[in-house]
């Protein structure tokens, strides 16, 4: 399985980006997907993951501001990214987990800065 994210660039504090994640086959029996980002000299850390039946969690620092959501017709993922902070800067992967394995993205920059 192959996952390519896009989306990601250079966008103003209090700015919004919407990340894509394109799997290279049917996304129907991934038991979750989910966006981790890693920052410069940090560990990657979980940003969002919305399980098969669409129930999704979020990082204490995203949440109210992020959407993750998944469309299983275009074997597509998302994350909306609102109200963008500074400290949101780092590359986003997408990840998804199909039991036993775990597939991972290339990754994509998000930078924010005025």
């Known amino acids: 399985v192959q996952l390519q994210a896009s989306g990601g660039g250079l966008v103003q504090p209090g700015g919004s980006l919407r990340l894509s994640c394109a799997a290279s086959?049917?996304?129907?029996?991934?038991?979750?997907m989910g966006w981790y980002r890693q920052a410069p000299g940090k560990q990657r850390e979980l940003v969002a993951r919305?399980?098969?039946?669409?129930?999704?969690s979020y990082g204490e620092s995203v949440k109210g501001r992020f959407t993750i959501s998944r469309d299983n017709t275009k074997d597509m993922l998302y994350l909306q990214m609102n109200s963008l902070k500074p400290e949101d800067t780092a590359v986003y992967y997408c990840?998804?987990?199909?039991?036993?394995?775990?597939?991972w993205g290339q990754g994509t920059l998000v930078t924010v800065s005025s």
């Open positions: 990840n998804a987990d199909s039991l036993p394995f775990t597939y």
């Open positions: 086959r049917s996304i129907v029996s991934f038991n979750a």
């Open positions: 919305i399980t098969s039946l669409r129930y999704t």
